[in-house]
T-cell receptor
């Protein structure tokens, strides 16, 4: 069964450094997403991406963050100048897209990358 | 904007039935998703309701009332492995998921 994959599973970085989190969405999916989950808190939406551009972003997704689809398979989240409070689990998700209000909206999540900022 | 409310925690016994409620207020609504999240893992899809009523899928069923902004997830014949957080998420035209705060279910032997 196709699945979303993410690398690395755990990333440790120093405060102020840049990190790139990588995701490979399910191959026939058209919509891609990033979420984060700070330990013990709820899953929070960061950004959605469709047709090579951001379709929606949350207040969390400020200038520190950027996303890119550098090739036909990868979808990346870049965090510039990391802060201690960026420590969280980052989930990538993808959905097939299509007719609104159907199961094609179902988002499938990758296993996550745990980011630790020291 | 969106406002989603779920109970924070619930406890039930193995073999029992539990109902996890979710109320929501959203600016746009197509349907409602339920996801399961085990500690330290990613959310996994459980169900999607578009129409009012109950949809049954094995031990798990999900109910939706669009007019009341209300949904519930019904888990029957509880097993220890059902201990997890259950997240409801209104489908906002397939755009961002705003997950509810999640209900942490503990299943006791």
């Amino acid at each position: 069964e196709p699945e979303v994959t993410q690398t690395p599973s755990h990333q440790v970085t120093q405060m102020g450094q840049e990190v790139i989190l990588r995701c490979v969405p399910i191959s026939n999916h058209l919509y891609f997403y990033w979420y984060r989950q700070i330990l013990g808190q709820k899953v929070e939406f960061l950004v959605s991406f469709y047709n090579n551009e951001i379709s929606e972003k949350s207040e969390i997704f400020d200038d520190q963050f950027s996303v890119e689809r550098p090739d036909g398979s990868n979808f990346t989240l870049k965090i510039r100048s990391t802060k201690l409070e960026d420590s969280a689990m980052y989930f990538c998700a993808s959905s097939e897209g299509g007719t609104s209000g159907t199961n094609t909206d179902t988002q499938y999540f990758g296993p996550g990358t745990r980011l630790t900022v020291l | 904007g969106q406002n989603i409310d779920q109970p924070t925690e619930m406890t039930a016994t193995e073999g029992a039935i539990v109902q996890i409620n979710c109320t929501y207020q959203t600016s746009g609504f197509n349907g409602l998703f339920w996801y399961q999240q085990h500690a330290g893992e990613a959310p996994t899809f459980l169900s999607y309701n578009v129409l009012d009523g109950l949809e049954e899928k094995g031990r798990f069923s999900s109910f939706l009332s669009r007019s009341k902004g209300y949904s519930y997830l019904l888990l029957k014949e509880l097993q220890m492995k059902d201990s997890a957080s259950y997240l409801c998420a209104p489908d906002n035209y397939g755009q961002n998921f705003v997950f509810g705060p999640g209900t942490r279910l503990s299943v006791l032997p």
